[in-house]
Structures are given as C-alpha cells and as structure tokens.
Nanobody
C-alpha cells in the first residue's frame, strides 16, 4: 500500500512563494511517477507538474523536484497569483494503467 502526505500549504499574498512537499511511503517503484495536481473551487482537478510537463498557467513559475533518498517530491511555487488558489494533491501511478494513489491534499490560498 502506498501513502502520500502533502504539507506546506497556507495563506500567501500575490507575488510570494511557497514550497509544497509530498512524502511517500510504501512500495514506490519510481519517484518520477509522482506528480502534482490541483483543484480550485468549482473547477475540475488538473495536472500542475509532472515528468517533463507543466500546466501552461504555471510554466516559468512552478518547479517540481524529487529526492529519491527521502521518497519526497516538492513543488516550488513562485510568483503566486490569485488564480493559484486551490487544493494541491500529490499523485502517484506506478505504471500506465496502474492504480492511482492520491494524498489528502493541502490548501493554498493566495489573497491580498
């Protein structure tokens, strides 16, 4: 069984930064199969950052990184905008067609 625990969310003013963390436990085949999604109020969940891909809305501002020794994935978010307000979820799918694992999410609120 795989467990994903996000942390680092919070309240921030526009233009500031936050770093999210996702600590994984259990049988992780590849940490590179972990990625970040988000869901804003009234909207569908969307991919934010994954293996060599970013949502257009965050390119140049967000960076995903990984620490294999710690089984942890990070999301560095810079120049945060009001539109970045959402619950951010860590996601893991060990291989194509495999089971999807989700964390419980961490709330990021960008507000002036």
């Amino acid at each position: 069984q795989v467990q994903l625990v996000e942390s680092g969310g919070g309240y921030v003013q526009p233009g500031n930064s936050l770093r999210l963390s996702c600590a994984a436990s259990g049988r992780i085949i590849s940490i590179y199969a972990m990625d970040w999604y988000r869901q804003a109020p009234g909207k569908e969940r969307e991919l934010v950052a994954g293996w060599r891909k970013y949502a257009d809305s965050v390119k140049g501002r967000f960076t995903i990184s990984r620490d294999s020794a710690k089984n942890t994935v990070y999301l560095q978010m810079n120049s945060l905008q009001l539109e970045d307000t959402a619950v951010y979820y860590c996601h893991y799918r060990p291989y194509e067609g495999g089971v999807d694992y989700w964390g419980k999410g961490t709330l990021v609120t960008v507000s002036s």
